[in-house]
C-alpha cells in the first residue's frame, strides 16, 4: 500500500521568507501525488497535483513541488512566505488509475508565518 | 467556493444520541466521500459512493453508516454517539476520478458532550 511521510508537524518561518513542506512517498509503483491546503474553519482545497507529466509542478498561490524519484519526495515550496499562506497543509499519495478511491493522507504539516 | 454544501456546520449532542450530516456534492460529480479530522487521528477516510453505490470502506466505525440517494446527495449517520466521535466531518466529491482530485465542503464540526 503507498503512503505519505510529513516531516514536521509544525513549520515556522518568517514572512519573505522561504517556505519548504517536505514530503516523502512509498510506493510500488510511480505514484499521483498532491498537496491539499486547509485553511482555519474551511475544508481542504488542492494546491497543486503531480501525475506523471513534468516533475516540477506550479501551483497556486506561488507553491511549487518537485518530484524525485530517486529520492522519493514531493517537497512543496514558496520562494516568499505571505502572512495569508499560514494554514495546515496535507501530502497525499494515490496509485494511477484508483484515483480519488486510493488517496492517502499525510498526517499534515502547519505551516506558521511570524511577521 | 468548492462547489460542495455540508450541512449543519455545526452540532452539539450528547452520548447515546444519533446524528445525520448531509453533503451536497458538486453539480456532475458521482463520487462522494466521507472524511473524520480530529486532532489525534488526523484526516480519516471513512466512506465513498459512486453513483449510489459504495465503492470503498475506510476507518468507518459499525455504528457510522452512510448512503447516497439518486439526486446524488449523500447522508452520513452516526448513531450511539461517543465522545470520542467529536471531530470535524468532511465531505468530498470528485469527477475525475482518474487523477485523485477531491473538493471538500466546509466540514460539519461535531461536539458529544
Known amino acids: 500500500a503507498q503512503s505519505v511521510t510529513q516531516l514536521g508537524s509544525h513549520v515556522s518561518v518568517s514572512e519573505g521568507a522561504l517556505v519548504l513542506l517536505r514530503c516523502n512517498y512509498s510506493?510500488?509503483?510511480?505514484?499521483?501525488l498532491f498537496w491539499y491546503v486547509q485553511y482555519p474553519n474551511q475544508g481542504l482545497q488542492l494546491l497543486l497535483k503531480y501525475t506523471s507529466a513534468a516533475t516540477l509542478v506550479k501551483g497556486i498561490n506561488g507553491f511549487e513541488a518537485e518530484f524525485k524519484k530517486s529520492e522519493t519526495s514531493f517537497h512543496l515550496t514558496k520562494p516568499s512566505a505571505h502572512m495569508s499562506d499560514a494554514a495546515e497543509y496535507f501530502c497525499?499519495?494515490?496509485?494511477?488509475?484508483?484515483?480519488?478511491?486510493?488517496?492517502?493522507f499525510g498526517k499534515g504539516t502547519h505551516l506558521i508565518i511570524q511577521p | 467556493d468548492s462547489g460542495v454544501t455540508q450541512t449543519p456546520k455545526h452540532l452539539i449532542t450528547a452520548t447515546g444520541q444519533r446524528v445525520t450530516l448531509r453533503c451536497s456534492p458538486r453539480s456532475g460529480d458521482l463520487s462522494v466521500y466521507w472524511y473524520q479530522q480530529s486532532l489525534d487521528q488526523g484526516l480519516q477516510f471513512l466512506i465513498q459512493y459512486y453513483n449510489g453505490e459504495e465503492r470503498a470502506k475506510g476507518n468507518i466505525l459499525e455504528r457510522f453508516s452512510a448512503q447516497q440517494f439518486p439526486d446524488l446527495h449523500s447522508e452520513l449517520n452516526l448513531s450511539s454517539l461517543e465522545l470520542g466521535d467529536s471531530a470535524l466531518y468532511f465531505c468530498?466529491?470528485?469527477?475525475?476520478?482518474?487523477?485523485?482530485?477531491?473538493?471538500f465542503g466546509e466540514g460539519s464540526r461535531l461536539t458529544v458532550l
Open positions: 497525499a499519495v494515490t496509485l494511477p488509475g484508483r484515483g480519488a478511491d486510493g488517496l492517502t
Open positions: 510506493s510500488s509503483v510511480p505514484p499521483y
Open positions: 468530498a466529491s470528485s469527477r475525475a476520478e482518474d487523477t485523485g482530485e477531491l473538493f
